[in-house]
């Protein structure tokens, strides 16, 4: 079982800028997508941007044009940098990847611990 790492989180005033970093104990090449959630106290997780394994990405509607995600298949990284910070991304924000097969069947994948963003107003 992979092991993914999250960490870059932290305060932030509204407007400002955060990278995230989701570091894989495996070669990620192996995953066919990988991505980034968001849970905020009270509702559901959300998927907000996603990549796969030939670098195509896609975003939620309420972070496009904010966030960009980003790997580094050197580091077996993804990134998620995120500027323009509202209150409302505040959250836990999780990585998580899916093999081949995992994808294909639904299923649930690997996840890390998360990382906390909080964004005061």
């Known amino acids: 079982q992979v092991q993914l790492v999250e960490s870059g989180g932290g305060l932030v005033q509204a407007g400002g800028s955060l990278r995230l970093s989701c570091a894989a104990s495996?070669?990620?090449?192996?995953?066919?997508?990988m991505d980034w959630y968001r849970q905020a106290p009270g509702k559901q997780r959300e998927l907000v941007a996603r990549i796969n394994r030939g670098g195509g990405t896609s975003y939620a509607d309420s972070v496009r044009g904010r966030f960009t995600v980003s790997m580094d298949n050197a580091k077996d990284t993804v990134y998620l940098r995120m500027n323009g910070l509202e209150p409302e991304d505040t959250g836990v924000y999780l990585c998580?990847?899916?093999?081949?097969?995992?994808?294909?069947?639904?299923?649930?994948?690997?996840w890390g611990q998360g990382t906390q963003v909080t964004v005061s107003s």
């Open positions: 998580n990847a899916k093999t081949p097969s995992e994808y294909r069947e639904g299923v649930s994948g690997s």
């Open positions: 495996e070669n990620i090449s192996k995953f066919i997508v």
